[in-house]
C-alpha cells in the first residue's frame, strides 16, 4: 500500500506541475519555479517566529507569501528595473534564498529547520503521516488531500480559464486589444505556480517539484504543436516518470525522488533524439 501512496503523490505532484509548466514553458518562464521553489525558505521561518509552531498549515501560509513576493519582485526588475527575465529570476530567489539560510543560522538553537529537507524532502515519508477520523478511520496520507486539492484547482483553473491563459501565452497584444488583461492572467498563473509548489516540495522536496515543472512540458513541446495536446502528453510523461522511478529506487535502493528525476531525464534525451519533428535525427 505504500508503493501506491507514493506513486499517486509523485503522481499528482507531475500532473499539476506539468500542467503549469507547459504555460511556463511556452512563455519562456521555466525557472519561475525554480525560484519560487527557493524563495520559500524565510516565508517558512518568519511563519515559525511569529508563530511559535510548526504546523503545517501556518508553514504552507508563510512559504506561499513569500512565493507570490517573489513572484511581484520579478515582475517589478523586469518592467522597471528593465532586466531580462533571467536576470531578474535570479537576483530575486538568491536574495531570497540567502534571507532564509541567514534565518536559519541565526535562529538555529530555537528552530528545528533544514534547508537541506526543504530543498530535497522525502516522498518515502509521505504514507506516514495520515489522517485519522475520531472514529479511528484512517483518510490516507495528509499529503494526498492537500495535492488532491491543488490539483482539482489548478485543473480548474485551466479548464475554465483557458482563453485566458492561452491568448495571454500566445498573443499578448491581441489579448490586450480584446479587453483581456495580461497583468492580471500572470499574476493568476504565478499564484497558481506559487501554490502548487509549496504544496507539493512538503512532500517531494523543491528538487522534484522544479524537475516536474520543466521537463513534462519539455518533453511535450518537442511532440507537439498543440496546446491541448501538450498538456496531456505532459500529464502521461510526469505520471510515468512517477510510476518508473518509484520503481527504479526499489530496484537500486536509492533516492525514490531522485529517480523519478533521472526517469524524466531518460524521457526527455529518448524524445530529443527520436522526435518526429523536431528530434536530433530528425533535423540532424
Not at 501512496?5 to 499539476?16: D, Q, R
Not at 521561518?45 to 513572484?71: E, H, K, P
Not at 528595473?81 to 538568491?94: E, M, R, V
Not at 495535492?147 to 482539482?152: N, S
Request: with cysteine; net charge negative.
Amino acid at each position: 500500500m505504500n508503493a501506491f501512496w507514493i506513486i499517486l503523490t509523485g503522481s499528482l505532484v507531475a500532473v499539476t506541475a506539468g500542467l503549469l509548466g507547459c504555460f511556463l514553458i511556452l512563455r519562456k518562464m521555466a525557472m519561475v519555479g525554480d525560484a519560487i521553489a527557493h524563495a520559500v525558505l524565510p516565508g517558512i521561518v518568519i511563519a515559525f517566529l511569529i508563530s511559535g509552531s510548526r504546523d503545517s498549515v501556518l508553514m504552507l501560509t508563510g512559504a506561499a507569501a513569500t512565493g507570490l513576493l517573489t513572484t511581484f519582485i520579478i515582475e517589478y526588475l523586469q518592467k522597471t528595473g528593465k532586466l531580462q527575465s533571467d536576470a531578474a529570476i535570479g537576483l530575486a530567489f538568491t536574495f531570497m534564498f540567502a534571507v532564509g539560510v541567514i534565518l536559519i543560522a541565526v535562529y538555529a538553537g530555537q528552530i528545528d529547520l533544514d534547508q537541506d529537507c526543504v530543498l530535497h524532502g522525502e516522498i518515502a515519508y509521505v504514507p506516514l503521516e495520515t489522517i485519522i477520523t475520531d472514529s479511528g478511520y484512517n483518510l490516507g496520507p495528509t499529503a494526498i488531500w492537500y495535492l488532491g486539492a491543488v490539483f482539482i484547482a489548478v485543473l480548474c483553473l485551466i479548464i475554465f480559464g483557458y482563453k485566458g491563459l492561452m491568448l495571454t501565452t500566445f498573443d499578448p497584444e491581441y489579448a490586450a486589444a480584446i479587453g483581456i488583461s495580461t497583468a492580471a492572467w500572470h499574476y493568476v498563473l504565478m499564484a497558481a505556480v506559487s501554490l502548487a509548489t509549496v504544496v507539493s516540495f512538503e512532500s517531494v522536496g523543491a528538487i522534484l517539484v522544479v524537475a516536474f515543472l520543466v521537463a513534462p512540458p519539455a518533453i511535450a513541446y518537442l511532440l507537439t504543436d498543440s496546446l491541448p495536446r501538450m498538456l496531456v502528453i505532459s500529464s502521461i510523461a510526469g505520471i510515468l516518470a512517477a510510476i518508473g522511478g518509484y520503481y527504479l529506487a526499489a530496484t537500486i535502493d536509492g533516492s525514490i525522488a531522485g529517480a523519478m528525476t533521472v526517469v524524466l531525464g531518460i524521457e526527455f534525451i529518448i524524445v530529443f533524439i527520436f522526435s518526429p519533428k523536431y528530434g536530433l535525427i530528425r533535423n540532424g
